[in-house]
């Protein structure tokens, strides 16, 4: 067992599958030799050479066109687009082509690939460098997007997205870079689509993703001090979605709330509160409640980012009022 730090565990993974199986190859900006503007592949380039680890030209589109290109010809590539907020520059490729391709070759095409980003705000970078864009992502049928919040999920979920025949975009959480967790030794491979219970409870339940998680917990350790027991589910997966882990804690609770980092409108809240509705709307005992960051470009100023993003204190509170009424 060896403690890791999020962003090593992002090149333990890719490493790890890189060893297994010599099709996989890591395409981006200053991935080789830099390790990566947030030293996310460190070490890659001088285990596997310029060959399997290859710096390309400041272009998201001739990044993921290469990447696509390769997976079609029998390569299994993990692409970097730097910060999430320049997937609106490749957009096409990857909702027009890269999702698309394998239904309309009716799979005589696969599209082994994953997408990886610098994903979600925290960090001071202002309104074009810290969006989360798992709601974009998730909207387009064709891709698998993840989130995970540890370290052991980035090894486990980056060799279970490379592993897939189907593109996946894997967001990681800059917010996170820095934090540390015990992984295990030896080979790791998670489960696409399986979410996880990391603190269980009975009063209510807590959906969380990506940074979100830990404040969700920190919430969840302040209300218990006040007599609420709130379960926190790590969503960790989108697409596909772990629906029956959700609609379970929910029959136990009663009560649902969900933290996202995204705008309210149209966040990936929005359609599990819409599936609860659906599935389980005789099991809950009060309407379903979006803890968001509002509809608005996120500031830079250190102040202003920490008033509009979710925080443990904010959703405490919620929580708190919402079981209190």
Known sequence: MAQLSYRDAVARGIAQEMRRDERVVVVGEDIAGAGGVFKTTVGLLDEFGPKRVIDTPISEQAILGAAMGAAMTGLRPVAEIMFSDFFAV??????????????????????????????GGGLRFGAQHSQSIENWAMAI???????????????GLMAAAIRDDDPVIFCEHKGLYAAKGEVPDGEIVDTLGTAKVRRPGRDATILALGMMVPRALAAAEDLATRGIDAEVIDVRSLV????????????????????EENPQLLGWGAEIASLVADEAFWDLDGPVQRITTPHIPLPSADSLEDLVMPSAESVARTVEKALQS
């Open 90 to 119: 490749c957009w096409d490729i990857v909702v027009n082509q890269i999702a698309k391709t394998r239904y309309m070759t009716a799979g005589q095409v696969t599209m082994p690939l994953v997408i990886k980003t610098g994903n």
């Open 141 to 155: 049928p064709g891709l698998k997007v993840v989130t995970p919040s540890t370290a052991e999920d980035v090894v």
């Open 240 to 259: 596909p979605l772990d629906t029956r882990t959700i609609l379970d804690s929910v029959a136990r609770t009663g009560r649902l709330f969900t933290v």
